[in-house]
């Protein structure tokens, strides 16, 4: 079980993380497309299906949306009604700082009472005013955490530029945190970076080293490429240009992911850092979700064939 594997701090996690509808999306639309996920979802060896909250981040930067904003469907909401029969585990994301204490706590109670596990994000934009701070929804958990785990978001191009996503970690850590999903790895070097400065200060502080998952995404396009910048993911300029000039983008990006994967598990192991893998599947077009599901079926294999996955 999930659970059983956070609490244990066991390697070889497999998850795999989608976004609910969009909000203009017709109730029936929206149980033809519950339909289809669980279809292609049965099939598949994991863990845990990650499902977001999608944030308009624009505050975030100046610099313009590639793809225009659209709302969707609430996580929970679509997750309990409509994705009930596939029988595992769910993470449920949830921006915690927009909502009360005593809303969190509501929210929270049906979570867990579904089996499922929260992670709260934080502010969607700096200046952005909280009205509950990420400690305070930590808190609001509290009382589950005997029947339950909590996760939190992990951003290795903060940590390049902060140097102390390590410490943020570990303060999550102390709030009752025992698990970190990481935004988009596509330099390696940098989620690297993170798992050496949390090991060497772990060992320092004699602390348990928390699972660290890092999350893998085909990318299809250009300008998906250009969205992933906007986000914050960074692309090292080498790879960038590779992936503009390829005469498949899409292909040569699963390469990468299964190169970084590879990378990953190596460095990891060779750490004693707890880990394992989030594989994305927020596009609608039909060879970008094949290649999600080529991808968790492919780091899964690699986890066995070292034996850190059974």
């Known amino acids: 079980m999930f659970l059983d594997r956070i609490k244990s701090k066991e390697s070889g996690i497999l998850l795999y993380g989608i976004t ?5 999306v017709e109730p029936q639309k929206v149980v033809e497309i519950a339909e289809k996920t669980l279809a292609r ?3 598949l060896d994991i863990d ?3 499902v977001y909250d999608v944030q308009d981040e624009s505050a975030r930067t100046t610099e313009e949306r590639p793809f225009p904003f659209l709302s969707a469907h609430d996580p929970f909401e679509f997750a309990k009604n409509h994705l009930h029969s596939l029988n595992i585990p769910k993470i449920i994301y949830r921006p915690a700082s927009k909502f009360t204490q005593e809303e969190l706590g509501v929210w929270v109670d049906d979570v867990i009472a579904h089996n499922f596990s929260p992670v ?6 700096p200046d952005f005013v909280p009205i509950t701070t990420l400690p305070e929804a930590y808190n609001v958990w509290r009382k589950h955490q005997d029947a339950s785990v909590i996760g939190a978001v992990m951003i290795p191009e903060r940590h390049a530029v902060l140097n102390d996503e390590d410490q943020r970690i570990l303060d999550k850590v102390s709030s009752g945190v025992s698990y970190f999903i990481s935004q988009c790895v596509f330099n390696v070097d940098y989620a690297k970076r993170v798992v050496d400065d949390l090991a060497k200060t772990c060992n320092e502080k004699n602390i348990e080293i928390p699972t660290l998952i890092f999350t893998l995404t085909a990318c299809g396009s250009i300008k998906t490429l250009h969205f992933m910048e906007w986000l914050g993911i960074h692309i090292p300029e080498e790879l960038k240009e590779e992936l503009r000039n390829s005469e498949n983008i899409l292909e040569r990006s699963v390469e990468v992911c299964i190169t970084i994967a590879d990378e990953l598990i190596k460095y990891c192991s060779e750490k004693g850092v707890p880990f394992g893998f989030n594989i994305e599947s927020v596009a609608i077009r039909k060879d970008e ?4 599901i080529f991808m968790v079926n492919k780091v899964g294999e690699m986890m066995k064939e070292i034996g850190i996955r059974k």
């Open 20 to 24: 609910p509808p969009k909000s203009q």
């Open 289 to 292: 979700i094949e290649a999600s």
């Open 41 to 43: 979802l049965h099939s």
């Open 48 to 50: 845990a299906l990650v």
């Open 120 to 125: 709260f994000v934080g502010v969607p934009a």
